[in-house]
Antibody, heavy 119, light 107 residues
Framework: EVQLLESGGGLVQPEGSLRLSCEAS????????MSWVRQAPGQGLEWVSA????????YYADSVKGRFTISRDISKNTVYLQMNSLSAGDTAVYFC????????????WGQGTLVTVSS | SSELTQPPSVSVSPGQTARITCSGD??????GYWYQQKPGQAPVLVMY???ERPSGIPERFSGSSSGTTLTLTIDGVQAEDEADYYC??????????FGGGTRLTVV
């Protein structure tokens, strides 16, 4: 059974940093691309970042480029999102999502972890 | 602004048909996908590649695409279908783009 378990969210001050983790089970990360998608309170879904099947290519939304870094550890079957220079606009629930093998969409999502940026 | 445009809300009575649309210039060239999200829960895929229904999704859910418009249709709407629905496709400047979401209310 595929499961995605996010952790690492919490309250952080503006300009602070946080690292989110997404532990995957039921499949291996070297067979699927993975993304982080966020949802601000009461708002819609926003794609944030992705890492390719090979792990060698990463992608970012303009809103986080230069501040966020996606990575993975195959030995732990875990994807990370390092978030730096956080601002109030980054406050959201962050979901990790698994892409289907052929790419294009997400067939499994984690339950999300809440990041609150506030002083 | 989102590259995919959805109506903010749709209301139907139980047993009626709900149609949720998603418009985007790239949709004639890209597949569209639909997710259902209930309060406090993660999104769930309900339609892929415009018209394909994942296993476990009730047959009352169907999808179609025509030109720049993607449509999710729910026949015989049930109270449990009340949720937010998001379309998704490939973006022009980002990998993936979501529509703004449509709240389906069953009244």
């Amino acid at each position: 059974e595929v499961q995605l378990l996010e952790s690492g969210g919490g309250l952080v001050q503006p300009e602070g940093s946080l690292r989110l983790s997404c532990e995957a089970s039921g499949f291996t990360l070297n067979s699927h691309a993975m993304s982080w998608v966020r949802q601000a309170p009461g708002q819609g879904l926003e794609w944030v970042s992705a890492i390719s099947v090979s792990g060698e290519v990463t992608y970012y939304a303009d809103s986080v480029k230069g501040r966020f870094t996606i990575s993975r550890d195959i030995s732990k079957n875990t994807v990370y999102l390092q978030m730096n220079s956080l601002s109030a606009g980054d406050t959201a629930v962050y979901f990790c999502a698994k892409e289907v093998a052929t790419g294009g969409y997400f067939d499994y999502w984690g339950q999300g972890t809440l990041v609150t940026v506030s002083s | 602004s989102s590259e995919l445009t959805q109506p903010p809300s749709v209301s139907v009575s139980p047993g009626q048909t709900a149609r949720i649309t998603c418009s985007g210039d790239a949709l004639p060239k890209q597949y569209g996908y639909w997710y259902q999200q209930k309060p406090g829960q993660a999104p769930v895929l309900v339609m892929y590649k415009d018209t394909e229904r994942p296993s476990g999704i009730p047959e009352r859910f169907s999808g179609s695409s025509s030109g720049t418009t993607l449509t999710l249709t729910i026949d015989g709407v049930q109270a449990e279908d009340e949720a937010d629905y998001y379309c998704q496709s490939a973006g022009s400047r980002v990998n993936w783009v979501f529509g703004g979401g449509t709240r389906l209310t069953v009244v």
